[in-house]
């Protein structure tokens, strides 16, 4: 039904950055809301953002709609060791309470 595909993790230095792209595809039907996720080792999995309408803002992330169609972007910068972490996208159902989810991509801060 609906499909995530998370692209451009990677191994980055510290203070680097990183673009992460989600592409959606299957049926939708514009009832949902489209966001980032990630799960450090040994630690639960937190969400960084969910794009309603306008940009998030979080600190040094920010996410924002892609150039593609049904993209979204999560744009890292000034990247830290503590930020190393496997990142998900996330579908949330606005409509119907349901959720999908990308295969996750692993992004890893290190010198």
């Known amino acids: 039904q609906v499909q995530l595909v998370e692209s451009g993790g990677g191994l980055v230095q510290p203070g680097g950055s990183l673009r992460l792209s989600c592409a959606a595809s299957g049926s939708m039907f514009g009832g949902y809301v489209m966001g980032w996720y990630r799960q450090a080792p040994g630690k639960q999995r937190e969400l960084i953002g969910r794009?309603?309408?306008?940009?998030v803002v979080k600190g040094r992330f920010t996410i924002s709609r892609g150039n593609a169609q049904n993209t979204v972007v999560l744009q890292m910068n000034s990247l830290k060791p503590e930020d190393t972490a496997v990142y998900y996208c996330?579908?949330?159902?606005?409509?119907?309470?349901?959720?999908?989810w990308g295969q996750g991509t692993q992004v890893t801060v290190s010198s």
């Open positions: 794009l309603y309408y306008a940009d």
């Open positions: 996330n579908a949330h159902g606005i409509i119907v309470t349901e959720d999908y």
